[in-house]
């Protein structure tokens, strides 16, 4: 009894490090029936080791929804965003409420595997409404930003730089894909605290 609690209790602090784990989490879809009828494999769904879709990072999915996205647009910006590429795409990929999760391998889903709609995780194309991705980190005295030498909120390790995707803000600039934790925030967002790990404010 006794070691079966330990077990938990070290698989709940493993979960809970530093180290990114995918396992049990939302992005962990091996369970699902599409997926090798429920037995399927964890990485495969996004990432394959041989003859990937797109080189990096050895990406197993169609780059993302190839329709247009509404784009958050304010007079108060200072750069625009624009359509989302890279990292964001391939979250989309998902996330656009129009591609298949089973569209991996190079074969294209079904409709009954979208993310539903009304569920939050389905975007749709319209990111109007949604934080700027695809956009530039610049200049810290117009856009009040912070420089991008200054740390995540909680992490020991991550500066802004480091979660800029070549000098953009991206999805990933916010979120850890392979983390369990709810939103899998790259740092802790209490007090919105991630939120001025980049504005000031
Ligand atoms: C839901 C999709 C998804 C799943 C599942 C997934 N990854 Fe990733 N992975 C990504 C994306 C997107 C990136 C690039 C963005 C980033 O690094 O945040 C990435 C980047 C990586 C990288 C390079 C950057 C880094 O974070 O080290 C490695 C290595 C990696 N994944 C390994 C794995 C392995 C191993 C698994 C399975 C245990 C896995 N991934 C499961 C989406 C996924
Ligand atoms: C292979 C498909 C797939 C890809 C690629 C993918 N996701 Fe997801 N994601 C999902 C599914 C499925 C869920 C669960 C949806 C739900 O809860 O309704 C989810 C949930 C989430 C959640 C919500 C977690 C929570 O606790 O509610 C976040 C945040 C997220 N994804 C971010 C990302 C980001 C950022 C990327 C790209 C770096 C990405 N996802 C790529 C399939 C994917
Ligand atoms: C500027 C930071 C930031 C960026 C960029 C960002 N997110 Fe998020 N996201 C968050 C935060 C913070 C939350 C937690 C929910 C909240 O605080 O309202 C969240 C929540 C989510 C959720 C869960 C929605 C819910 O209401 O349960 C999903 C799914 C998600 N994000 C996916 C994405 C995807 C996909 C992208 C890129 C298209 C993205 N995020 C870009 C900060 C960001
Ligand atoms: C990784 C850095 C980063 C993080 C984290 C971040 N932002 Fe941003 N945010 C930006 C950048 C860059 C812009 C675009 C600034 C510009 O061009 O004027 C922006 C734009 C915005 C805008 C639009 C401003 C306008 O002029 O219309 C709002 C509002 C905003 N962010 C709120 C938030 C909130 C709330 C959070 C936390 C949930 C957050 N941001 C987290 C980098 C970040």
Redesign the pocket.
Known sequence: MKKVILVALALTLLASSAF?V??GGK???STQLWNNAGAGE??I???TPHNSLTDV?LWNRAAGATASFNLYSSTTLDNAPVQPSG?SL??LS?HDGVTGLDSFAGTTGVTANVIGAGTPGNFGTNLGNDHPISIAYSGLAVDELQLTSNAISGSATLTVADVLVGGNVEC?SCH???ATPQYMLVGTNAGSALCMSCHIK
């Open positions: 990114a995918v396992s992005h962990d879809l964890i990485c769904v996004c990432h990072p990292y391939m979250c998902c990933s850890d894909v392979h």
